[in-house]
């Protein structure tokens, strides 16, 4: 079955980094486009990045670029989230998502969410 | 981009029908097709319910059915069950180097 499993969520002091991984399984990584979705404490969501099967094409939400990049290792079946800068307003639970049909945003698995908590 | 606008929240008893609505602009829901509806229970990660509009992925109940007119697309929820009751989002594609953007979110409470 599908799984995706995120990691390196944690508190981290503005201004600092941090590397977000995302383990799929399940199912061929290397064919589908992947997402990441944010969730701010009692918020709503937030879409923040995506990348192509091949990593050929990347996306950045505004809020975050220059700041976040987006990547993946497809011999390794994982997804990365490289976060530098970190701002308060970063703080949110992190969701990779697969996109089921390439070049259409349409998110059918999710991982459980890894917190990032940005705080001095 | 700014947000899709959906209603803070409505309610309904079992048995019932409710419908969400979420209204964005001409260059995202009025323009695609491609919304989406996602159910998030507390503590959980969203569900995919509705895409492409009115498409059910395999094992969702045919009591969830979406629409689109003009700007504003639509979650139909009949027979509502306890279970039913989450928070629902949706979504559309934009085009743009922005690709998707969400609505703020509808909290439903089975009364």
């Known amino acids: 079955q599908v799984q995706l499993v995120e990691s390196g969520g944690g508190v981290v002091q503005p201004g600092r980094s941090l590397r977000l991984s995302c383990a799929a399984s399940?199912?061929?990584?290397?064919?589908?486009?992947m997402n990441w979705v944010r969730q701010a404490p009692g918020k709503g969501l937030e879409w923040v990045a995506a990348?192509?099967?091949?990593?050929?094409?990347?996306y950045h939400a505004d809020s975050v670029k220059g700041r976040f990049t987006i990547s993946r290792d497809n011999s390794k079946n994982t997804l990365y989230l490289q976060m530098n800068s970190l701002r308060p307003e970063d703080t949110a639970v992190y969701y990779c998502a697969r996109e089921a049909v390439a070049g259409l945003p349409t998110f059918d698995y999710w991982g459980q969410g890894t917190l990032v908590t940005v705080s001095s | 981009q700014s947000a899709l606008t959906q209603p803070a929240s409505v309610s309904g008893s079992p048995g019932q029908s409710i419908t969400i609505s979420c209204t964005g602009a001409?260059?995202?829901?009025?323009?695609?097709?491609?919304v989406s509806w996602y159910q998030q229970h507390p503590g959980e990660a969203p569900k995919l319910m509705i895409y492409?509009?009115?498409n059910r992925p395999s094992g969702i109940s045919n009591r969830f059915s979406g629409s689109k007119s003009g700007n504003t697309a639509s979650l139909t929820i009949s027979g509502l069950q306890p279970e039913d009751e989450a928070d629902y989002y949706c979504s559309s594609f934009t085009g743009s180097s922005t690709r998707v953007v969400f609505g703020g979110g509808t909290k439903l409470t089975v009364l």
């Open positions: 399940g199912f061929s990584f290397s064919s589908y486009a």
């Open positions: 001409s260059s995202d829901v009025g323009y695609y097709d491609f």
């Open positions: 990348i192509s099967y091949d990593a050929y094409n990347k």
């Open positions: 492409d509009v009115s």
